[in-house]
């Protein structure tokens, strides 16, 4: 548990652990509203990373996502596999979050505040629909701007300054931003106070485009099935996979011959 911060920032509303040296929090969902409002009220830029295995091993290989996620407020697992890993190696019991029943989670917090939200990605028909289904749901979540995720570089700028102006409480990212997560840290001295959260797929979801994993399938960690069948090519993640599989049995071997003798 961080003990660093006072009592009323969002940290002592969650205990945050290393898992392969890459940190991950754990909150109860019911807890979220709070944690959402002492996040806000504090002030300042806080980023949500919602985590999931191929991230935390791109964030030990690349040095400058590792530092956007050590920097971020908010680190939520998503795989099944780093429940699993923080169980086998330190003994942990995570919670683990569906993305989508999350970021709805999210933005019912916001909305019982009446705060405000920016959409960017996505296609200009997806937005559009995922923009109205977003009122139709949340009727009092105020959406202050939205822009499509294939802009040019030269409109930027432009870009950043209305975020900047519409100041949203959330600014909430897709597809289509070159970087994709990464062009959140790239802009965090642009980008206003509030709170920025990533998520792929999710306007597509909102626009009832595609569809989010069940949760029979996402409980029991099945939901990779469904991603395959997309895309056939995600089946070669099953290197990366097993190498995951042996850094964790490498760490549990290092923690077990660190332990004092008895």
């Excluded at 509203?33 to 964030?59: C, E, F, P, Q």
């Excluded at 890993?85 to 989508?100: E, N």
Aim: aromatic share 10%.
């Amino acid at each position: 548990m961080d003990t660093e911060h006072p009592v009323q920032e969002p940290e002592v509303l969650r205990e945050r652990l290393n898992l392969l040296k890459v940190p991950l929090d754990i909150i109860a969902l019911d807890q979220l509203g709070d944690i959402i409002r002492t996040m806000l009220d504090s002030g300042g830029g806080k980023n949500i990373v919602l985590l999931s295995l191929w991230d935390l091993l791109r964030a030990r290989r690349n040095k400058a996502y590792r530092a956007y996620i050590l920097s971020a407020a908010l680190v939520i697992p998503i795989s099944k596999s780093l429940v699993g890993g923080a169980r086998f190696v330190i003994d942990k019991q995570l919670p683990r979050y569906m993305p989508f029943e999350f970021v709805v989670k999210l933005l019912t917090s916001l909305e019982e505040r009446e705060l405000s939200l920016y959409l960017l990605g996505g296609k200009l028909r997806t937005l559009r629909k995922a923009e109205k289904n977003i009122r139709q749901t949340f009727p009092r979540l105020r959406i202050v701007g939205r822009y499509v995720g294939s802009f040019k570089k030269v409109q930027e700028k432009s870009i950043l300054e209305a975020i900047r102006k519409a100041s949203p409480s959330l600014l909430l990212v897709g597809k289509g931003i070159t970087g994709g997560e990464q062009w959140l840290a790239k802009h965090d001295d642009h980008l206003p106070a509030g709170l920025r959260l990533w998520c792929s797929d999710l306007f597509e979801i909102f626009a009832e485009q595609r569809k989010h994993p069940s949760r029979y399938s996402f409980d029991h960690g099945l939901e990779w099935i469904g991603f395959c069948l997309q895309k056939p090519i995600r089946v070669f993640k099953l290197f990366p996979y097993l190498y995951y599989k042996s850094l964790l049995l490498v760490y549990r071997l290092s923690k077990q011959g660190d332990a004092p003798k008895k």
